[in-house]
């Protein structure tokens, strides 16, 4: 990149309001949603989607609930319009679903677009012409009378050829392709013009699509030219105000949500975000952004993993995996810190949940079980996770609630592992280094056989057992007030123990007859380190006894 290239570049034109008011608004409620999927994002893809699967697409769409769905541009292409035919004559439209078909001002063009409309119940004819200076100057070469004109007459024949349909409520929607590069106050007079044809009324409102169909600056300015175009609009009460964005800079969702504060009553897009070059507005983020802000979006988004995979497959796109919301690896977290922050935040959750309805987790904008996606992949870990991810997993996962006392220990010689390998290490890997390193370890001293009796009053245990030590067999016993303090007397009389018994605690895993046990304890040996070991059996006191040889090897090795 040269410095003196950036010349070429021309700054945005600030738009002259006095008095914004955008800035001060809050969104109260879902705009209309308008999926122009099945058009502007078709028309982007390599390989454009076949009939059969527009008509997969377009259930999913009906399901998530749009009630406006833009399905074509019937004139350019057979496909589009024997898609639009078996949508119609098949009776795939739910009732209060409007189809929308694109047309540009070409009387050849509007006959054919409102030929493929016949039978459907409602339908919304897009009309759109460009009027930007530049398309004016190069593409068309043009005079802003001319290109109002081309939108006058465009008008004309669609409210003539509407004429010949019966039985459909025609709608129409007029877009000044290249809004957001238009002088406003000509945007403004093309529109009226066009509204003085359509004779739109309170009732029966014209749709005015303002897009920004290149992203030319920044958001702040496209809310500016919707604010604006709105206070101008002379019959605005006749109009429905609809934003379609474009991605170019990055910013489409962030003009599409201040294009709402502005005035703003409908919004085109796709979902994911798909569409030419860099895309059309991501009406999934939009969605959920609102819902994020406890707006109902009236969109379902519950199983957006589903959307995604039918998505996928059907435009042959991936979702990038740090897409908002619909990334794989959105509600992920690999660092120690923020895993740590997410457990407390789910952990509490857990509790209070029934008293405290707010959803309060650390890193995580919303329950990520509200659009269908699990806990399980919340917390993955690698050589930058910490100590709290481990003990998550195992605890999801493997059902291992772990001592906190364990965490970092456990945490240091699992991230060692990622480290070393350079990788993430998946729930089953950081289970096998789990139980190679600390559940019923049996060397040097292994437990053959155990045999215990309870004496009368139940207050004390004498234990005898075979075991192996070092490779030698001995028979050992011991009394206490329990077998694991009997067996830790056991140890004591062979002149073997070497420490002092600092926790123990147990737990059950899963439930019915596959109930298991698991025991964790943690010894102080002479030396004045800390050991740790887990026994798991079906049987609580075996359990134990494991945990307690586990602690015991560790120290001993
Ligand atoms: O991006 C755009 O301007 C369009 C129009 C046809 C509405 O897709
Ligand atoms: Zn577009």
Same mark, same amino acid.
């Given at each position: 990149m040269k410095s003196d290239h950036v010349h070429k570049y021309p700054k945005a034109k600030q738009i002259p309001?006095?008095?914004?008011?955008?800035?001060?608004?809050?969104?109260?409620k879902a705009p209309i949603w308008t999926s122009v999927d099945l058009r502007d994002g078709n028309q982007a893809l390599a390989i454009p989607m076949t009939i059969n699967e527009k008509l997969e697409f377009f259930d999913h769409l009906v399901k998530t609930?749009?009630?406006?769905?833009? %399905?074509? *541009?019937?004139?350019?292409?057979e496909t589009e319009f024997q898609f639009i035919r078996q949508l119609i004559e098949e009776k795939?439209?739910?009732?209060?679903v409007s189809i929308q078909v694109l047309v540009q001002a070409r009387e050849h063009l509007i006959k054919k677009t409102i030929e493929s409309l016949?039978?459907?119940h409602s339908a919304i004819v897009h009309l759109y012409n460009s009027t930007s200076p530049l398309q004016r100057k %190069?593409? *068309?070469?043009?005079s802003k009378d001319d290109i109002k004109q081309i939108a006058i007459d465009g008008t004309k024949l669609v409210k003539s050829y509407c004429?010949?349909?019966?039985?459909t409520h025609i709608r129409f929607e007029y877009s000044p392709e290249s809004f957001s590069d238009t002088e406003v106050d000509y945007a403004l007079e093309v529109c009226e013009a066009v509204m003085d044809v359509w004779?739109?009324?309170?009732?029966?409102p014209i749709i005015l699509n303002l897009p920004a169909?290149?992203?030319?600056?920044t958001p702040n300015v496209y809310a500016d030219q919707i604010e604006w175009f709105c206070k101008h609009l002379k019959q605005r009460k006749s109009a429905i105000i609809s934003l379609h964005t474009h991605n170019d800079r990055g910013t489409g969702v962030a003009a599409t949500e201040l294009g709402l504060l502005a005035g703003a009553d409908r919004v085109e897009g796709t979902l994911f975000g798909n569409g030419e070059r860099t895309g059309n507005l991501d009406i999934v983020t939009v969605a959920l952004n609102l819902y994020a802000q406890?707006?109902?979006?009236?969109?379902?988004?519950?199983d957006l993993n589903t959307l995604k995979t039918v998505y996928e497959k059907i435009t042959r796109m991936k979702v990038p995996?740090?897409?908002?919301?619909?990334?794989?690896?959105?509600?992920?977290?690999?660092s120690g810190s923020h895993q740590d922050a997410i457990k407390k935040g789910i952990d509490r959750r857990k509790k209070i949940s029934n008293e405290?309805?707010?959803?309060?987790?650390?890193?995580?904008?919303?329950?990520p079980k509200d659009i269908g996606?699990?806990?399980?992949?919340?917390i993955r870990i690698n050589s930058q996770s910490g100590k709290g991810g481990v003990a998550y997993i195992l605890n999801e996962d493997y059902g291992l609630d772990l001592p906190k006392a364990m965490h970092p220990e456990v945490g240091n010689i699992v991230n060692a592992q990622a480290d070393q390998q350079s990788t993430e290490l998946k729930a089953d890997t950081i289970y096998q280094i789990f139980q190679s390193e600390y559940v019923n370890i049996s060397t040097p001293l292994e437990t053959l056989q155990i045999e215990q009796q309870t004496d009368k009053t139940g207050d004390s245990v004498h234990l005898k057992a075979n075991v192996n030590y070092k490779g030698s067999p001995y028979k050992i016993e011991g009394k206490g007030n329990g077998p694991i303090s009997a067996f830790v007397d056991a140890l004591d009389q062979q002149g073997w123990k070497n420490f002092t018994l600092k926790d123990y605690r147990q737990h059950s895993i899963g439930?019915?007859?596959k109930t298991e046990a698991a025991a964790y304890v943690q010894i102080e040996h002479s030396n004045g380190k800390d050991f740790f070991g887990c026994g798991i059996d079906a049987n609580i006191e075996k359990a134990g006894l494991k945990a307690l040889v586990s602690a015991f090897n560790r120290a001993n090795l």
């Open positions: 309001l006095a008095q914004r008011e955008w800035p001060s608004r809050v969104i109260e609930g749009f009630k406006e769905i833009e %399905v074509g *541009f019937p004139s350019a292409s795939r439209i739910p009732k209060d016949e039978g459907a %190069v593409t *068309f070469n043009k004429k010949d349909l019966k039985g004779e739109p009324t309170e009732k029966n169909t290149v992203e030319v600056s406890g707006i109902d979006p009236q969109l379902d988004f519950s995996e740090r897409q908002p919301y619909s990334g794989d690896l959105v509600f992920t977290a690999f405290d309805p707010l959803w309060e987790v650390p890193y995580l904008l919303i329950d996606r699990d806990y399980q992949a919340i439930s019915g007859s």
